[in-house]
């Protein structure tokens, strides 16, 4: 695990639509080596699963791409990034 990927305020967010698919996708990106932490989902995003994958915003087109070869369902992407006093959520299609 990276410290400065706990510390990174500015992220990529995988979501998950069960545990069961967050969990598949942890074994997926470990097997690959990937940069990755398993957080739970940000309160800014509404997600029907608790966890989520959180990546560098340039890791992030890449682990959602092994991921949907692994058939693992992904249910949503985003950008989070510091705004103002909050954080902005954006969706990426």
């Given amino acids: 695990m990276s410290k400065e990927l706990v510390k990174l305020n500015d992220f990529g967010l995988l979501t998950f639509g069960t545990t069961t698919q967050a969990l598949k996708a942890e074994k997926v990106l470990q097997r690959a080596g990937a940069e990755f932490l398993v957080i739970p989902v940000p ?51």
């Fill in 43 to 93: 309160r800014e995003v509404s997600a029907s699963c608790g966890l989520a994958v959180k990546t560098r915003m340039e890791n992030l087109p890449g682990q959602r791409e092994l991921l949907q070869q692994e058939l693992v369902r992904v249910e949503a992407a985003y950008h989070i990034r510091p705004k103002d006093k909050g954080r902005e959520v954006i969706l990426i299609e």
